[in-house]
Antibody, heavy 117, light 111 residues
């Protein structure tokens, strides 16, 4: 059974940093690309970032490019999202997700990030 | 890059069929067969319902079907049931460096 467990969310001040983690199990982690998707309170889904199975290729939404960094440790079956220079508009539930070609087939339960002073 | 366009809401009575549209451009929906659909109940994580335009993952009811014509993709739910009441999002691969784009979301209400 595929399981994705996010951690690291919380309250942070504007301009601050936070690192999210996602522990994956139930599949061969290094064989699959992974993504982060977020959802602001009461709003729709927004794709944030993706990384290839090897970690060699990364992709970002324009809204986070230059501020967020996605990475993975295949020896630990763990996905990360380093978030710097956080803004109020980054407040959202962040979902860790397993990719299949052209889609996301499994989602974690999400971790809430609140950016506020 | 703007989100794909979906109607804000669609409703139907139990047993009826409804269709949710998802309009993009030739750089996303119209250019690739990587359109997917997700169902999200309140407070829950999204669930994949359709991938590659019209394919259903194992375990998803055959009451859900997908199609595409030009720059517009569609999700049809036949034999509408109370449990189908949820938010639905489309998504597409895009040729831009951002890789994926989601739709604005549609609230499906079962009357």
């Amino acid at each position: 059974e595929v399981q994705l467990l996010e951690s690291g969310g919380g309250l942070v001040q504007p301009g601050g940093s936070l690192r999210l983690s996602c522990a994956a199990s139930g599949f061969t982690f290094n064989n699959y690309a992974m993504s982060w998707v977020r959802q602001a309170p009461g709003k729709g889904l927004e794709w944030v970032s993706a990384i290839s199975g090897s970690g060699d290729d990364t992709y970002y939404a324009y809204s986070v490019k230059g501020r967020f960094t996605i990475s993975r440790d295949n020896s630990k079956n763990t996905l990360y999202l380093q978030m710097n220079s956080l803004r109020a508009e980054d407040t959202a539930v962040y979902f860790c997700a397993k990719d299949r070609p052209g889609a996301i087939d499994y989602w974690g339960q999400g971790t809430l990030v609140t950016v506020s002073s | 890059q703007s989100a794909l366009t979906q109607p804000a809401s669609v409703s139907g009575s139990p047993g009826q069929s409804i269709t949710v549209s998802c309009t993009g451009t030739s750089s996303d929906v119209g250019g690739y067969n990587y359109v997917s659909w997700y169902q999200q109940h309140p407070g829950k994580a999204p669930k994949l319902m359709i991938y590659e335009v019209s394919n259903r993952p194992s375990g998803v009811s055959n009451r859900f079907s997908g199609s595409k014509s030009g720059n517009t993709a569609s999700l049809t739910i036949s034999g509408l049931q109370a449990e189908d009441e949820a938010d639905y999002y489309c998504s597409s691969y895009t040729s831009s460096s951002t890789l994926y784009i989601f739709g604005t979301g549609t609230k499906v209400t079962v009357l």
